[in-house]
C-alpha cells in the first residue's frame, strides 16, 4: 500500500519495526550453545533444533538440543556455584540483581525484537508488558535479597532449583522464575520452551555481562522428553518450578514423588470474565479484547469464558462483533496490529481442532470478516455463543483466541457458573456496584481476581492457582517461600545426608525430638512411681487392682461419635506390647463420610475469624480442665515420663492459644502496584484438608495440626497417629462441649496409609498433609496427582513438636492457606 491509496481508505499502513538488529545478534550468535558455567557449551548429542517465526513460517534460528549428559554438567555446575552463592551476602545478590535489571532495560529493545520473532506475539505487547515487567522484578526481588536477612530470619536457600517454563512469555517466565531463586541464594538450571529459547540465550549474555559467578545460573536448550524430563528425573536438584499445561504439571508431580524435591506448579486456566448488567459495556468490550486476545489468547490466566447477565448478553455480544471485525492480525513486528501469529503449526492445529469440536457440539461460532495472512500460523479471534457449560470448548483450555460466551440470571448462578472448571487460575468480575463486585471476588475460587480491569500484572502481587491450576506463588513476598526453607530443615537434611552416605541411615531418620522421647522413656518407670507417690485420693493403693470401665471410641464425623462402617476395631498398644484399648478400624466409606461432612461445614470459612479464635480458646480452656488425664494418656500410649507428658500437654493449651491468637491477625496485605489502585492479598482457606498425625507426641502432634488448619478456616479430615490415636480419640468430649460446628473437625482411625490412600486419592479433597514414614510420603504425593491437590509431607523426618520454631507459627499458617489477589484498580 502507497501512501496514496492509504490516504484514500484511510486504512491503517503498516508500521513495521526494524528487525535488523534482532537478526543480526542471531546470525552472530548461532548454532547457539548451551550456557553453562557462564560458557557457552556445544551440546553433547550435537544436535539442534530450529526455532521458527511464526509470522513468516520461516527458519529463524539454531538452538542447541540438550540431553541428560548435558543437564548433568549444569546441575553439577549449579551444585559448586551453590557452595559459595548461597552464601553470599544478601546486599551483594542485590547488586547483581540490580544489576541484571539494569541490563534488561538497556537490551530492551533488542529483547523486545527478539522475543516477537521467536514467539509471533505482537512487539506493541512486548515493548510495553513483558520486557518492562521482566525489569521490574528483577528490580523487585533484588529488594528481597537485600532484606532477606531481616525480613526473614531462619530461613535458607533450597539449593539447586530446575526451572521449567513455557513459550507464552518467555523471557517474563524465565524473570518470574529466575528472580525470586536468585534473591533467596539458590543456584538455577532453566529450560525454555522448545520454540522460545532466543531471549533466554540474550539473557545469558547478560549474565556474563553483569558478571554474575559462573554457575549460578545455566540455561539448557532443548526437547520436553530430553531436556526436561532429565532435570525432573536429577537426584541433585532440590527444587523444581514448572509452568506449563496441566498434564505436564500432573507428570512432573508424579515423577517427584517421595524424592523430597520442593515442587512448585503453575498450570492451565479456563478462567471467567463475569459481566453483571450495570457494567460500563464499553469498558467490557476492551477488556474482553484484552482477556482473550491479548498474545493471541495464549494467556494462562485469560479470560476464556465470557459469562453474561442474560438481560445485557444480546447487547454486548453485538457490540463484541463489531470490536472484532476491527481487529487487526499480522506480522508480529508491526506496530499497529492488535494480535500477532499462534506459536506454532502443531498448537494452530489443536486449536482449530478444538473449535470444529465447538461448532460439531452445537454452538454457534462467530468470526470477523475478514482474512487472516496466509503465510505464518494466524487464527482469527472467535466468539462462541450458546455454548453449554458441560461442553468440551466450556471446559478445556484451547490456548488461542477463542471466547465461549455463557449466560446467567443471578449472582448465585454466576459464581456457581465461573466456579464449574477443575481450573482455579483467575476470574474478573465487571460491575459498577463495588458492594457486589467485593461480595463476588472472595466466593470465587481462584488465585488472582480482577475487578473491572483484567490481565494485570505486577512482581509485587502473588500470582498463582487454586485447584488443578496448581500450587505455590510466583511474585509478592509469598513466592519467596517457593525459593527458601527454614534453617533447621536445612540443617536436618544435610545431617541425614551426611548419616545415610555413611551408612547409618536408619539413624539419622531419627530426630532429636525422638531421640529424647526415648530417652525419657528409659526413665519413665521410676518417674511415674514418683508420682504416684506424690497423690493421696484414697485410691492409688487399689489403682492397679480395679478393671477398667470400657471405653471403645468411635469415630468423629459430622459432629457425632460415629461407629466404623466395617464394623471392625484394632487394638491399641502400649510400647511395652500391652494392650491399652481399642479403636475403630476406619475404611473407604468413613473416610467419604468425612469428607462429605466436612464439605457440608464449608461456612466454617466464612464465619468470622473472631468466632474461630474464640472457638479456639475454649478447645483451650476445656483441654486444659482435663489436662491431668490427657497427660496420663499420653504416659500410658508412650512410656514418657509423667513430667515430659505433662509438658505436652501444657504445650497444647499453649498452641491452641497460639492459634487462637492467630485467627484473626493472619490477614494479608495490600499491594500498592503501579496503577491506580491497591490489590488485597488475602489469604484463604484451601477448603477441606486431609491429615495424617504423627507418631511422636500424640497430642501435640495432632494439635499442632488441626488447630492452624481450623484457625484458618478449613474444614478437615484427620487420622490419628495409628501407634497412639487415643489422646486424639479422647479429644471428641473436648471438640463437643466447645462450639466446634459439627464437620469441621472429622477424626478417623485406622491404618494410617490406607486411609491416607483415599484421601489423596479423593476429589473433593484440596491438601493432605502427612506426617510418617517416606514412603507413605512418597503415595500420598503420587495420588495427589489425580486433582492437583496440594501435599505437605514429612519425608519420614521427625520434627521437634515441642520447639516452637519447627512445631507451630507461619509455615502451619502457610499451608492451611492460599493467596487470592484481588485487584481494584479506581478513578474516572
Ligand atoms: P507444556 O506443558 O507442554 O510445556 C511447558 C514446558 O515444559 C516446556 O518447556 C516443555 O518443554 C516442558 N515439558 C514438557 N513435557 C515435559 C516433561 N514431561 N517433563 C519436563 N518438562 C516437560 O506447556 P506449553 O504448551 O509450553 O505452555 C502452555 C501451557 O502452559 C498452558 O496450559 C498454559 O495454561 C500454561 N501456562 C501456565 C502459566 C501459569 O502461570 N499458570 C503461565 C503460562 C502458561
Ligand atoms: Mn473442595
Known sequence: MNIMEIFDTMEYGPAPEAANLGLAWIAEHQPFGLFINNKWVKPASKQYIESINPSTSKPLARVAAANSEDVDKAVKAARTAFESWGKT??????RYMYAIARHIQKHARLLAVLESLDNGKTIRETRDIDIPLVARHFYYYAGWAQLMEQEMPGFAPVGVVGQIIPWNFPLLMLAWKIAPALAMGNTVVLKPARYTSLTALKFAEIMQEVGLPPGVVNIVTGEASQVGEALVRHPDVNKIAFTGSTDVGRSIRRATAGSGKKLSLELGGKSPFIVFDDADLDSVVEGVVDAIWFNQGQVCCAGSRLLMQENIAERLVAKLRVRMEHLRIGDSLDKGVDIGAIVSPGQLKEIQRLVNQGVEEGAQMWQPSWACPTEGYFFPPTLFTNVSPATTIAQVEIFGPVLVAMTFRTPEEAVALANNTRFGLAASVWSDNTNLALDIA?????????????????ASSGFGGYRESGFGREGGKEGLYEYAQPVWEARMKQEFHIAENSGNGAAASKSSADGRAMAAQQEAGEEEHKDDAGENDGMSAY?????????????????????PDSGYSREVYDRQGRAIGQVGEGNRKDIRNAVEAAHAACGWASGAAHTRAQILYYIAENLSAREDEFARRIVQQTGVSHADAAREARASISRLFSYAAWADKYEGVVHRPPLRGAVLALP????VIGMACPDEFPLLGFISLVAPAIAMGNTIVVIPSPQSPLSATDCYQVLETSDVPAGVVNIVTGHRDTLSQVLADHDDVDSMWYFGPLEGCRRVELASAGNMKRTWVSYGHTRDWLDTVQGEGQEFLRESTQVKNIWIPYGE
Not at 477398667?548 to 461407629?563: C, E, V
Not at 484463604?684 to 477448603?687: K, M, Q
Open 89 to 94: 551476602p544478601g546486599h551483594v545478590r542485590a
Open 442 to 458: 472472595p466466593r470465587i475460587k481462584a488465585g488472582s481476581v480482577w475487578i473491572n480491569c483484567t490481565n494485570l500484572f505486577d
Open 543 to 563: 489403682r492397679d487392682a480395679l478393671p477398667a470401665i470400657d471405653r471403645t471410641p468411635k469415630m468423629f464425623i459430622g459432629g457425632k461419635q460415629a461407629r
Open 684 to 687: 484463604e482457606p484451601i477448603d
